[in-house]
């Protein structure tokens, strides 16, 4: 039988050998990453022009009343407004910010697919399209590229498309009612639309949150139900994620 001291010389060849294995993984990780946020430093300037152009500036941030604006940052992205591109920290803030929304649509041309690809989403929306665009710009986007469902296999993007499309009326004549049946579907636009049992649950929902009378359990609890927590995936890639980015919103 092997004797105790071949046994543990065994031991730690295996530990020293895991160990350099993972710190070559976290080595070409970083180089990959990096150089991933390179890339989309310098696409940047040319994808929000090009998504301008694409997606029209119909609305413009003057469009969207004080109180219009309160409940889309209510909604999506609490602290949008003084973080860098991530939040995973405020209740009811969810994965995606709406800078981190962006980034799906102007840096995946061939569609995000969650899991891994979260991290590259989540560093390109805190180091190239934060720091390179303003809120204000972003807002602008978010108004005009927002995907809120389909019709007739094509994508309604945009706020005042939706409008035309799901209240037949011009973005500038819906009520807040209406305006926020538009913000209810953005988390599940192909599922939650109006009309829905589905959507007008989360619309009571969405109203009870507005009014003070339900709050977010955690980050996680988008749909204010009191989920306190998220599946062992996405626990695990959240912490991920706050080890490679700065996520606190302040």
Known sequence: MPS???GKYRLARVMRTTLLALALGLAAATVYYANEVRI???QTPDLISEALNRYGTELTLADLSPARK?????????TFLHHRGVDLTTPGAGMTT?????????YFPDGFRPGIAKIRQTLIAQYALDALSSKEQQLLLFLNMSYLGNA????IDGFANAARHYFGKEFAALTDDEFLALLAMLISPNTLQPGTTAHAERMQRLHAYLVGDIQAASLLDVEYNGKQRGTP????????????TEANPT
């Open 98 to 106: 709406i800078t981190q929304g962006l980034v799906k649509r102007l």
């Open 152 to 155: 007739n296999g094509k994508p």
């Open 40 to 42: 989309a430093r310098q």
């Open 4 to 6: 105790n001291k071949s």
């Open 70 to 78: 309160a409940m889309v940052l209510a909604i999506e992205d609490p």
């Open 233 to 244: 995936a996405e626990e695990v890639l959240m912490v991920l994620l706050r080890l490679v």
